[in-house]
């Protein structure tokens, strides 16, 4: 592990900062490390306001879009909501078809299979539009890239309105209305809304011409937080707005679907890590292992007898979906070691019979053993589809148009893609990622890196420190969880492994005499020798609370030790 210091910002302006919030220079620190340098900067921070949502008519084609669903529902037109099958997917649709039909019936959802149609917008999807008389298709979380399928759509007189989020080709689809603040020619302010994110500014503009307000349509925001979550979006600007008030909704007064997942869990309030690991995998799970409509169904459903039916079936999914993705990681780690490409600046590996629905899930689980930019391949038709993850820094996806001659199809984002392509280019692709990565990777990024917010003391940590962190949330890229680092620690001497096969790491802290402070390092369990024996040692940790018979404390949480 690297351990990166953040920069320290200058002493006057944390001394400034800290006077005008009344805070602790350490906190003044943290706000000035995310770009908070004033009161009011720190105001909307801590208290973000819905009424800071920007116009959703800045958005490039939003008025056309409304005005084109407007015209479809004064023309009794059936609307069709397509979307991905992953959360962002899932969740946009059942978000934009349960606000079209809280007022107009004629809306119906389509949901590709993952393996019979792929990513995307699908010819399939498109057929079932023309055969059962939508003339309207509503795309989320896709659609930016398909010309030749919106083109399809229009000899058929079904029209598009596409939200997305992903980067746009150098060509746009020949769509009505087309919804992506990645587009160059949006002057949207912000453009890191997910898939979801989009819909809900549809949603949005559509309700200022009801007469709604933002107030109206906050059942809404536990959809779009989850998809914030799981998709990985910045937690800046809205999406932080966005996250913050639908964590709310879904511990206040979630939606029927939530409640049945949240009612298998022991958990009473959800952080955006529990809806990460928690709710998210299991929406994943319908669609990577059955259909993603099971997940749309438990989404929009009302009756909650119904819904936790629903959800205990999707509670198998993600049963099975474990097993199997351990299962494919270690078929995958063994094909890395036969084929000796241990010191390679990528892994590539191919199996046809694993299974497409984790393949992701294997890339990315790949990465935590080999740390590089990754692609697992499988089976799909007469092609081979992949997953790709990428390292901290580096942009998978424009190595992946360094290979385009090789690809059929591709897209995605920096750290996350898919792609398609025949059997036959698979060694050429290989050899040819290979060389990309080699020529345009800096080699300290193969290194995992831990970025540190700040070197402190042991007797700087109070609940009071806590509290305020506590308030940093929700947390995510751009607002990480701070990270501390504390030097010259001493184990109390009970330093011991804990869990299965003794892979966690459990000890006391204390510096230069300080009161003793637990600490739990999870998978650190083979570092106990740095710590027993009386050693000195260093560590990078965040804080957390340890919640045992009804008593809480402050704990260490142990990111890596030296």
Same mark, same amino acid.
């Given at each position: 592990?690297?351990?990166?210091?953040?920069?320290?910002?200058?002493?006057?302006?944390?001394?400034?900062?800290?006077?005008?919030?009344?805070?602790?220079?350490?906190?003044?620190?943290?706000?000035?490390?995310?770009?908070?340098?004033?009161?009011?900067?720190?105001?909307?921070?801590?208290?973000?306001?819905?009424?800071?949502?920007?116009?959703?008519?800045?958005?490039?084609?939003?008025?056309?879009?409304?005005?084109?669903?407007?015209?479809?529902?004064?023309?009794?037109?059936?609307?069709?909501?397509?979307?991905?099958?992953?959360?962002?997917?899932?969740?946009?649709?059942?978000?934009?078809?349960?606000?079209?039909?809280?007022?107009?019936?004629?809306?119906?959802?389509?949901?590709?299979?993952?393996?019979?149609?792929?990513?995307?917008?699908?010819?399939?999807?498109?057929?079932?539009?023309?055969?059962?008389?939508?003339?309207?298709?509503?795309?989320?979380?896709?659609?930016?890239?398909?010309?030749?399928?919106?083109?399809?759509?229009?000899?058929?007189?079904?029209?598009?309105?596409?939200?997305?989020?992903?980067?746009?080709?150098?060509?746009?689809?020949?769509?009505?209305?087309?919804?992506?603040?990645?587009?160059?020619?949006?002057?949207?302010?912000?453009?890191?809304?997910?898939?979801?994110?989009?819909?809900?500014?549809?949603?949005?503009?559509?309700?200022?011409?009801?007469?709604?307000?933002?107030?109206?349509?906050?059942?809404?925001?536990?959809?779009?937080?989850?998809?914030?979550?799981?998709?990985?979006?910045?937690?800046?600007?809205?999406?932080?707005?966005?996250?913050?008030?639908?964590?709310?909704?879904?511990?206040?007064?979630?939606?029927?679907?939530?409640?049945?997942?949240?009612?298998?869990?022991?958990?009473?309030?959800?952080?955006?890590?529990?809806?990460?690991?928690?709710?998210?995998?299991?929406?994943?799970?319908?669609?990577?292992?059955?259909?993603?409509?099971?997940?749309?169904?438990?989404?929009?459903?009302?009756?909650?007898?119904?819904?936790?039916?629903?959800?205990?079936?999707?509670?198998?999914?993600?049963?099975?979906?474990?097993?199997?993705?351990?299962?494919?990681?270690?078929?995958?780690?063994?094909?890395?070691?036969?084929?000796?490409?241990?010191?390679?600046?990528?892994?590539?590996?191919?199996?046809?019979?694993?299974?497409?629905?984790?393949?992701?899930?294997?890339?990315?689980?790949?990465?935590?053993?080999?740390?590089?930019p990754t692609l697992v391949f499988t089976?799909?038709?007469?092609?081979?589809?992949?997953?790709?993850?990428?390292?901290?820094?580096?942009?998978?996806?424009?190595?992946?148009?360094?290979?385009?001659?090789?690809?059929?199809?591709?897209?995605?984002?920096?750290?996350?893609a898919g792609l398609t392509l025949l059997? #036959?280019? =698979?060694? +050429?692709?290989?050899? /040819?990622? !290979? @060389?990309?990565?080699?020529? $345009?990777?800096?080699?300290?990024?193969?290194?995992?890196?831990?970025?540190?917010?700040?070197?402190?003391?042991?007797?700087?940590?109070?609940?009071?420190?806590?509290?305020?962190?506590?308030?940093?949330?929700?947390?995510?890229?751009?607002?990480?969880?701070?990270?501390?680092?504390?030097?010259?620690?001493?184990? #109390?001497? =009970?330093? +011991?492994?804990?869990? /299965?096969? !003794? @892979?966690?790491?459990?000890? $006391?802290?204390?510096?230069?005499?300080?009161?003793?402070?637990?600490?739990?390092g999870f998978n650190l369990g083979d570092?106990?020798?740095?710590?027993?024996?009386?050693?000195?040692?260093?560590?990078?940790?965040?804080?957390?609370?340890?919640?045992?018979?009804?008593?809480?404390?402050?704990?260490?949480?142990?990111?890596?030790?030296?």
């Amino acid at each position: 592990m690297r351990w990166n210091l953040q920069p320290k910002p200058e002493q006057e302006q944390i001394d400034n900062l800290a006077n005008v919030l009344n805070v602790e220079g350490l906190v003044a620190q943290l706000l000035l490390q995310r770009g908070i340098s004033s009161y009011d900067e720190a105001k909307n921070f801590f208290r973000p306001q819905l009424s800071d949502l920007h116009d959703p008519f800045l958005m490039k084609d939003m008025n056309v879009a409304v005005e084109r669903i407007e015209k479809a529902i004064a023309n009794n037109e059936n609307i069709l909501v397509f979307g991905d099958y992953d959360v962002d997917g899932t969740t946009a649709v059942a978000l934009m078809s349960s606000y079209l039909l809280s007022f107009y019936p004629n809306v119906a959802t389509y949901i590709p299979d993952r393996y019979e149609e792929g990513y995307g917008v699908s010819l399939k999807g498109i057929d079932f539009a023309d055969d059962n008389g939508f003339s309207l298709i509503i795309a989320l979380d896709c659609g930016v890239k398909a010309i030749d399928k919106v083109a399809y759509a229009k000899e058929k007189n079904v029209d598009f309105i596409i939200c997305d989020h992903h980067r746009p080709g150098n060509k746009l689809p020949n769509a009505i209305a087309i919804l992506d603040p990645k587009r160059a020619d949006c002057n949207y302010p912000y453009d890191e809304l997910c898939g979801c994110g989009v819909g809900f500014k549809l949603i949005q503009a559509l309700g200022s011409k009801y007469g709604e307000t933002i107030d109206d349509l906050i059942p809404y925001l536990d959809l779009v937080a989850t998809a914030i979550g799981a998709d990985i979006v910045p937690m800046t600007g809205e999406n932080r707005v966005l996250a913050y008030h639908g964590l709310q909704v879904i511990n206040s007064n979630p939606r029927i679907g939530f409640q049945a997942i949240i009612n298998q869990t022991k958990k009473t309030t959800l952080t955006i890590t529990d809806v990460v690991f928690i709710i998210a995998p299991r929406i994943n799970a319908a669609g990577r292992m059955k259909h993603g409509q099971h997940a749309v169904n438990l989404l929009s459903e009302t009756n909650l007898d119904q819904a936790t039916k629903f959800a205990a079936e999707i509670e198998k999914y993600n049963h099975d979906r474990r097993e199997l993705d351990q299962e494919i990681t270690k078929e995958a780690l063994s094909q890395i070691e036969v084929n000796k490409e241990k010191e390679r600046f990528t892994t590539v590996v191919y199996n046809e019979t694993w299974h497409k629905g984790v393949i992701g899930i294997v890339a990315s689980r790949l990465t935590e053993t080999y740390y590089r930019p990754t692609l697992v391949f499988t089976k799909s038709g007469d092609k081979l589809a992949a997953s790709a993850r990428s390292v901290k820094g580096f942009d998978v996806y424009n190595a992946l148009q360094g290979c385009a001659d090789c690809i059929e199809q591709f897209g995605g984002h920096k750290y996350a893609a898919g792609l398609t392509l025949l059997e #036959t280019e =698979y060694e +050429k692709f290989k050899n /040819q990622f !290979e @060389k990309v990565v080699s020529k $345009t990777i800096d080699a300290h990024l193969l290194t995992p890196e831990i970025s540190v917010s700040a070197k402190i003391e042991l007797k700087q940590i109070t609940p009071k420190l806590m509290r305020i962190l506590k308030q940093f949330a929700p947390f995510g890229p751009g607002n990480m969880t701070p990270t501390f680092m504390a030097e010259n620690l001493k184990d #109390t001497g =009970y330093a +011991k492994g804990v869990g /299965q096969e !003794e @892979k966690h790491l459990k000890l $006391t802290a204390t510096q230069n005499g300080s009161q003793p402070i637990g600490a739990i390092g999870f998978n650190l369990g083979d570092k106990l020798g740095i710590v027993k024996n009386n050693n000195s040692f260093d560590a990078v940790f965040s804080l957390d609370e340890n919640e045992w018979l009804g008593n809480v404390s402050l704990q260490l949480k142990l990111r890596d030790l030296r």
